[in-house]
């Protein structure tokens, strides 16, 4: 019924006390410098790229989760019913599901094998998804020279740090080639992931040994305090064999205090 699918900010100024001429002209000359490139560096650093405004800050671990969209369980009843349907004539179900937008409820029909009082009590079920976290990573957003930025993460969303955004030409590149802007996103609220809008990359290539495709998109909710990053990877054999199918979503809150930075280990005692 889903349609059956981011120098270390430091005080460079020089020491006022009593004893700082006294020191050797050669470190005074070395601290300087040191104090330049400072300087530099703030005024001459890139601002965050507008597709991470609002969502991150550079060097700065922050906690999310991966997880799922699910209804009830409750709802697999009718699922089932709707699946019965479908195999009983499916050139019909097919045409009937390609007019609903992917990810949203179909509207009601007869033939989906669920009766008005069935169907209501689904579309009741599938308002009450919500998020399932099953594993907690730490996403950080650092930029290199050329104003290129990379989001690392941990975990599962360890592959996001193969990808950097170039803020230039508004493009990620990864392993497989450069993911292009597509339209903007903004999600129908009774989709899957429910109210949200964002942007969204993407790769496709397609040769002699196969096909290729990876989409990221990168957002915000509409109606709660979360951010939202999803990640799919596919490769198809030429003979149209699955060879990877890799999905990933991503959320993390806003405005929220960032992830703790790891304890230094405490030196040994002698």
Request: glycine letters at 8%.
């Amino acid at each position: 019924m889903g349609n059956l699918n981011k120098f270390i900010p430091w005080d460079c100024r020089l020491s006022s006390h009593s004893g700082a001429s006294n020191l050797p002209p050669r470190f005074m000359k070395f601290h300087a410098t040191l104090a330049a490139i400072a300087t530099f560096g703030i005024a001459h650093s890139a601002e965050v790229p507008k597709i991470f405004a609002g969502l991150f800050k550079p060097n700065t671990p922050m906690k999310a989760q991966i997880g799922l969209v699910l209804p009830p369980k409750e709802i697999n009843k009718f699922i089932a019913k709707v699946e019965v349907a479908a195999r009983k004539d499916p050139k019909w179900f097919r045409e009937f599901s390609a007019a609903t937008a992917p990810g949203t409820p179909l509207p009601y029909d007869e033939r989906l094998g669920l009766t008005k009082e069935e169907y209501d009590e689904y579309l009741k079920l599938w308002a009450k998804r919500e998020f399932k976290g099953i594993e907690e990573i730490v996403l950080v957003l650092r930029e290199s020279p050329g104003d290129i930025w990379t989001l690392s993460g941990t975990g599962k969303a360890s592959t996001l740090t193969t990808l950097r955004y170039f803020a230039k030409d508004d493009s990620f590149r990864s392993p497989n080639g450069s993911l292009k802007r597509l339209e903007d996103i903004k999600a129908d609220p009774k989709g899957m992931l429910g109210a949200w809008s964002g942007k969204e990359w993407k790769f496709e290539e397609e040769t002699g040994l196969g096909k290729t495709k990876e989409n990221l998109a990168i957002g915000r909710y509409e109606d709660a305090p979360y951010g939202i990053i999803i990640y799919r990877a596919q490769e198809l054999s030429s003979e149209g064999s699955r060879l990877l199918d890799k999905s990933i979503m991503i959320r993390f809150p806003l405005g929220k205090a960032p992830a703790a930075k790891p304890a230094a280990a405490k030196p040994k005692k002698n």
